[in-house]
């Protein structure tokens, strides 16, 4: 089975902080992708990357930045939390192309 | 744009009844559909796919969902309900660049 580890299951943070969200899998999937998650909101796209060192702009990319230096590992940073940025986040990955994306269980960030 | 509509945000079942949860989607060309389920404090786990085909497929626990192009729709049902479906349901179309356009959720409550 696809395994998506995401570093933290729940993480507080200050105002004004660098912060640091880890997703690694562990099937070799080109495909990664960091999604937040709002009530009423679904699940709203915020970077993706194709493949390693590759990066590109979701839906709502203001305040965030990512990095892919392994092809294992997608990691997601709030240059400056906001309280506006306290949500759940959620990690995703898969082979490439139309295929299904797999999920972590979530990090719920609360930006105080 | 493409756009993901799921009608109902809270739905209420009794155990052993009968599913449905509606799903309609806003796309150009023949869209890649997938239903998804989040229990609580969890990520996302597929449950079917539609690509192309058979319109009606089936999915995982007991789940299936029919295709209707004539409608634009993607309705995921069950024909008995049990109390660990409670859950968040989730529909999802495969957009441009192969990015994944989520809808708002539908919650299911299994009354026993």
Known sequence: ?112 | AQSVTQPDIHITVSEGASLELRCNYSYGATPYLFWYVQSPGQGLQLLLKYFSGDTLVQGIKGFEAEFKRSQSSFNLRKPSVHWSDAAEYFCAVGADGNKLVFGAGTILRVKS
Request: neutral net charge; aromatic residues 10%; contains cysteine.
């Open chain 1, 1 to 112: 089975d696809v395994k998506v580890t995401q570093s933290s299951r729940y993480l507080v943070k200050r105002t004004g902080e660098k912060v640091f969200l880890e997703c690694v899998q562990d099937m070799d999937h080109e495909n990664m992708f960091w999604y937040r998650q709002d009530p009423g909101l679904g699940l709203r796209l915020i970077y993706f990357s194709y493949d390693v060192k590759m990066k590109e702009k979701g839906d709502i990319p203001e305040g965030y930045s990512v990095s892919r230096e392994k092809k294992e590992r997608f990691s997601l940073i709030l240059e400056s939390a906001s309280t506006n940025q306290t949500s759940m986040y959620l990690c995703a990955s898969r082979v490439q192309g139309d295929q299904p994306q797999h999920f972590g269980d979530g990090t719920r960030l609360s930006i105080l």
